[in-house]
Antibody, heavy 121, light 107 residues
Framework: EVQLVESGGGLVQPGGSLRLSCAAS????????MNWVRQAPGKGLEWLSY????????FYADSVKGRSTISRDNDKKSLYLQMNSLRAEDSAVYYC??????????????WGQGTLVTVSS | SSELTQDPAVSVALGQTVRITCQGD??????ASWYQQKPGQAPVLVLY???YRPSGIPDRISGSSSGNRASLTITGAQAKDEADYYC??????????FGGGTKLTVL
């Protein structure tokens, strides 16, 4: 069974930093691209970042570009998101999601349960 | 533009058919995928590619695509279908993008 378990969320002050982790199990982690997605309270899903299986391709949404760094450790089957200069609007549930792809199709076939980040003084 | 547009809310009578749409330029090139999210839960993939359903998703849920529009159709809506539905695609730059979501109410 595919499992993705996020951790690292919590309360952080504005301007602070946080490192989110996503532990993967039940599949060959090194074969799949991975993503971070967040959802602010009462809002929709917002894609944040993608990293390819071999780490050679990385994308960021404009909302986090320059403030965040996605990384992965294939040996540890783990995905990370380092977030700096946090703002109140970064408060959200952060999900990691496994990416699969096919003919002109990219989709997130497995999601973690999310970790809550609250940015507040 | 890499934006995807969805109607904020749609309602359907129990047992009837409802269509949820998603519109955006990226859909001319890439198929949408669709996600169902119930309150307090993580999103779940319900459709991807050219109308493929993951294992466990009932065939009451189907998809279609034409031009810059993708649709998710629920035939014979049930109370358990009440949820938020999000479409997703990717743009030419590689960015993944979600639609704003549609809240489906089953009456």
């Amino acid at each position: 069974e595919v499992q993705l378990v996020e951790s690292g969320g919590g309360l952080v002050q504005p301007g602070g930093s946080l490192r989110l982790s996503c532990a993967a199990s039940g599949f060959d982690f090194r074969r799949f691209g991975m993503n971070w997605v967040r959802q602010a309270p009462g809002k929709g899903l917002e894609w944040l970042s993608y990293i390819s299986s071999s780490r050679d391709t990385i994308f960021y949404a404009d909302s986090v570009k320059g403030r965040s760094t996605i990384s992965r450790d294939n040996d540890k089957k783990s995905l990370y998101l380092q977030m700096n200069s946090l703002r109140a609007e970064d408060s959200a549930v952060y999900y990691c999601a496994r990416e699969n792809s096919g003919y002109y199709s990219v989709y997130f076939d497995n999601w973690g349960q999310g970790t809550l980040v609250t940015v507040s003084s | 533009s890499s934006e995807l547009t969805q109607d904020p809310a749609v309602s359907v009578a129990l047992g009837q058919t409802v269509r949820i749409t998603c519109q955006g330029d990226s859909l001319r090139t890439y198929y949408a995928s669709w996600y169902q999210q119930k309150p307090g839960q993580a999103p779940v993939l319900v459709l991807y590619g050219n109308n493929y359903r993951p294992s466990g998703i009932p065939d009451r849920i189907s998809g279609s695509s034409s031009g810059n529009r993708a649709s998710l159709t629920i035939t014979g809506a049930q109370a358990k279908d009440e949820a938020d539905y999000y479409c997703k695609s990717r743009d030419s730059s590689g960015n993944r993008v979600f639609g704003g979501g549609t809240k489906l109410t089953v009456l």
